[in-house]
């Protein structure tokens, strides 16, 4: 079971990026998916997140700028990005809380990070 990104980039302020998050494996479902960030220099936080249910929420950071979706069927989740700044910056991550095959579970399973950057 993993978890890959893809969809980072450059582009410039006030500019638009979509990542994706596939989860690859025998995979019967997926719980919690959160997308985090890590800017140079400063931890990790938490950019937005999505139940299996659909709820969703968000850092105040990003709050009507960010759109987290999913598509259960794809086992992917999506991250649409809005009006971007120098400050979104980083390097972000997927993360899936729990993932069941039919084998096991697998907890807190990341991705490997794509790079956004913000800059003109």
């Known amino acids: 079971v993993q978890l890959v990104e893809s969809g980072g980039g450059l582009v410039q302020p006030g500019g638009s990026l979509r990542l994706s998050c596939a989860a690859s494996?025998?995979?019967?479902?997926?719980?919690?998916m959160r997308w985090y960030r890590q800017a140079p220099g400063k931890g990790r936080e938490l950019v937005a997140g999505i139940t299996s249910s659909g709820s969703t929420n968000y850092a105040d950071s990003v709050k009507g700028r960010f759109t987290i979706s999913r598509d259960s069927a794809k086992n992917t989740v999506y991250l649409q990005m809005n009006s971007l700044k120098p400050d979104d910056t980083a390097v972000y991550y997927c993360?899936?809380?729990?993932?069941?095959?039919?084998?096991?579970?697998?907890?807190?399973?990341w991705g490997q990070g794509t790079l956004v950057t913000v800059s003109s």
């Open positions: 494996g025998s995979i019967s479902s997926i719980n919690v």
């Open positions: 993360n899936a809380d729990r993932i069941m095959t039919g084998a096991r579970s697998y907890f807190e399973v």
